[in-house]
């Protein structure tokens, strides 16, 4: 289907697809309201759709201009989805297969980027059964699933760990529900993280915040519990830390090849100065939560909420009108 003859202003219809059956469902459909509630406020039409295995059939029988997708996690994140909605001909938002693939494993996506000079920390995968006979590194180390975002599984061990010497069985933590996890050294220091949005220059970053947890570290709970993290932005920095986070989020951004926006977490040794930032991933399909952090330093760029989802549509159609006069080029 042809975009072309769709003017910005013109009203669309949108379908929001959210929800899901990944471990963030709850904040998929956080993200997919607050997407939705903004895509009418801009005059679009919605059809909000939950995802579930008859979702190509609800998405063809709504015949969209565009899908929003608001899912995260397996399978909105991982390239499924994106693959799906390629075969339909449908414009969808935010990153395309390829990229999805990549940037959701965290393997993947040092084997993308270390190569062009963006640090990040060491590591290997390990099967949790081996957990139980020896530790994969000197702690403390950090355990964190290969392709789960929103921190979700990630654990910190170290010296007085309540976990056992080596990790027992029996003790909770991600080894428990996964067959293998991806150990790395432990970064200690402070979490930053920048936001990067596609415009009609280019993608650019939108500044540095600086998450500063009340207790423990900035997992899935800190996440998303009102009042447990404080949200620094722009981060209180040195002006080459804030330049570099911007510098790696956007060359992270260009190298895996995402659209519309995407967010780079990183930790930063501040005793190491600029030797001591290490980009930890890149996400590409962050939240769109009222604690969301894209949506926090866009407002602090003057970027509304309603104009930023508009801003992600923008690209999204802009991407797919690239891929079908690719196509017309390829057929003529």
């Not at 059956?21 to 679009?44: P, Q, Y």
């Not at 915040?209 to 920095?237: M, S, W």
Request: hydrophobic share 40%.
């Amino acid at each position: 289907m042809s975009v072309s003859g769709k003017h910005p202003h013109n009203p669309l219809h949108v379908v929001v697809l959210m929800g899901g059956w990944a471990n963030e469902r709850e904040v998929s459909l956080m993200s997919g309201a607050g997407v939705a509630d903004a895509l009418e406020m801009n005059g679009h039409r919605v059809t909000q759709i939950d995802m579930d295995r008859d979702v190509a059939a609800k998405i063809a029988a709504a015949k969209p201009d565009v899908v929003f997708n608001a899912l995260h996690g397996v399978p909105g994140e991982d390239g499924s989805v994106q693959g799906m909605l390629d075969l339909m001909g449908i414009a969808y938002t935010h990153s395309g297969l390829a990229t999805s693939v990549i940037a959701i494993d965290k393997q993947l996506t040092k084997q993308a980027l270390t190569p062009h000079g963006i640090p990040m920390p060491g590591g290997r995968i390990v099967p949790c059964e081996e957990l139980y006979e020896r530790d994969p590194l000197p702690r403390p180390y950090v355990l964190k699933p290969v392709n789960e975002g929103s921190s979700v599984g990630v654990a910190i061990v170290t010296e007085d760990s309540n976990v056992g010497n080596p990790i027992s069985r029996d003790a909770k933590g991600p080894w428990q529900e996964f067959d293998e996890l991806l150990a790395e050294p432990f970064i200690k220091g402070r979490e930053l993280t920048t936001a990067v949005i596609d415009g009609a220059s280019g993608p650019r970053a939108l500044g540095v915040t600086e998450l500063i947890v009340d207790n423990g570290f900035y997992d899935y709970e800190n996440k998303y519990t009102e009042g447990r993290t404080q949200h620094v932005c722009p981060a209180q920095i040195p002006p080459e830390i804030a330049a570099l986070c911007e510098d790696y989020a956007v060359r992270a951004h260009k190298i895996l090849g995402c659209h519309g926006t995407s967010r780079t977490d990183f930790r930063w040794d501040e005793e190491l100065g600029e030797e001591g930032l290490f980009v930890l991933e890149t996400n590409t399909q962050p939240g769109m939560t009222p604690l969301s952090l894209v949506p926090e330093q866009a407002r602090a760029c003057d970027i509304g909420y309603a104009e930023l989802v508009e801003l992600i549509v923008m690209e999204a159609l802009r991407v797919h009108e690239g891929k079908v006069n690719q196509a017309e080029k390829a057929d003529g």
